[in-house]
């Protein structure tokens, strides 16, 4: 499980699994069971208030590279001292949001880098959700912009807003939730994009979450995501 930079050919290096379960065991379960399609493993909101530290622990003692989805937004001390705190449990990424300001970010870089010993690993600044609706374009570029000089190691946004970001971007790693296969339901997500889509327009890492864990068959739902990616 590693953070490398994703390759083309390996649709596994660029997809990341939503753990959005609500206890420590069917997380274990649920990434276990789909770790040969997926090269990290994101704990969410749910989840780490469920099952807190100890299952970002047991799935870095598993091997598993972590996403922290956390999506801080506080004072730049509270940042700081919270992205060094989640750095040293081990993940691989930790998310923030942009809103917060350049000042926050820095402080969740500078937090985060000062416990981390993991090469490539970061901040990752949220531009705008994808079940936002209202936000413009000129909203994304500043975020993008915003997370970039404030050395996020990337940023988090829609498939359809990969196309829309600036220059500035350009060495951040992008990484796209929202994804779902063709005919699958969007359910409260606004802005979705197919696997293929996200990736060919430049997504480096994929959040795929129910377009597979809710499927009746798990297994098939993500072999078809990775099929759906190769040759891209
Ligand atoms: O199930 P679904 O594919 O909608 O899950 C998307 C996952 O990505 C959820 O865990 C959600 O919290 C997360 N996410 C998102 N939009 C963002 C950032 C993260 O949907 N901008």
Do not use: W
Not at 87 to 109: D, I, K, S
């Amino acid at each position: 499980m590693s953070p490398e930079t994703p390759s083309p050919r390996e649709p596994r290096r660029h997809l990341a699994l939503a753990l959005d379960v609500p206890d420590e065991s069917a997380a274990l379960d649920l990434a276990g069971e789909l770790a040969e399609y997926f090269s990290l493993v994101k704990v969410g909101f749910e989840l780490f208030v469920a099952a807190g530290p100890p299952v970002v622990r047991a799935l870095v003692a598993e091997g598993f590279a972590v996403f922290l989805d956390l999506k801080l937004h506080d004072i730049p001390n509270t940042v700081r001292n919270g992205a060094a705190r989640a750095a040293a449990l081990g993940v691989t990424y930790l998310t923030a949001h942009v809103a917060g300001g350049g000042a926050m970010l820095e402080a969740a870089v500078a937090g985060f880098a000062s416990e981390s010993a993991l090469e490539g690993a970061g901040i990752l600044g949220v531009t705008v959700l994808t079940s936002d609706k209202e936000a413009t374009p000129a909203l994304l570029v500043e975020r993008a912009e915003l997370a970039a000089t404030s050395g996020c190691a990337g940023l988090v946004c829609a498939g359809g807003d990969l196309a829309l970001l600036p220059p500035a971007a350009g060495r951040l790693v992008k990484v796209v939730p929202g994804v779902r296969l063709p005919g699958s339901s969007a359910d409260d997500q606004a802005r979705t994009a197919t696997p293929s889509s996200a990736l060919a327009a430049g997504g480096d890492i994929l959040v795929i979450g129910r377009t597979v864990t809710k499927a009746q068959d798990r297994r098939a739902a993500a072999a078809a995501v990775a099929a759906s990616l190769a040759g891209i």
